[in-house]
Nanobody
Framework: QVQLVESGGGLVQPGGSLRLSCAAS????????MGWFRQAPGKERALVAS????????FYADSVKGRFTISRDNAKNMVYLQMNSLKPEDTAIYYC???????????WGQGTQVTVSS
């Protein structure tokens, strides 16, 4: 099973930017679509963005479309989420996951906390 470690979160003012990183180990991400999820307090975890292995196709939740960009570096086994024009409602713990056999897999562990507040 692939191990995924998220980083790059922090406290940022509304309108600011952050870049999240996801480092994979244990297996290559070869052939695997990847995604970023987030979970805010009291809310269910939700898919924010996803990207195919080639990077040729992406998906964004309506709430982040035009502000977030997902990308990946297959040579480095890394996935990124560039977040611009951040809003307070983007505050959540962010997790990355790999789609294996059509199922999203992650340890849903620590994630990385993003807090948008003035």
């Amino acid at each position: 099973q692939v191990q995924l470690v998220e980083s790059g979160g922090g406290l940022v003012q509304p309108g600011g930017s952050l870049r999240l990183s996801c480092a994979a180990s244990g297996r290559t991400l070869s052939g695997l679509p990847m995604g970023w999820f987030r979970q805010a307090p009291g809310k269910e975890r939700a898919l924010v963005a996803s990207i195919t292995w080639s990077g040729g196709a992406t998906f964004y939740a309506d709430s982040v479309k035009g502000r977030f960009t997902i990308s990946r570096d297959n040579a480095k086994n890394m996935v990124y989420l560039q977040m611009n024009s951040l809003k307070p409602e983007d505050t959540a713990i962010y997790y990355c996951a790999a789609s294996v056999g059509g199922r999203w897999q992650s340890d849903w562990g620590q994630g990385t906390q993003v807090t948008v507040s003035s």
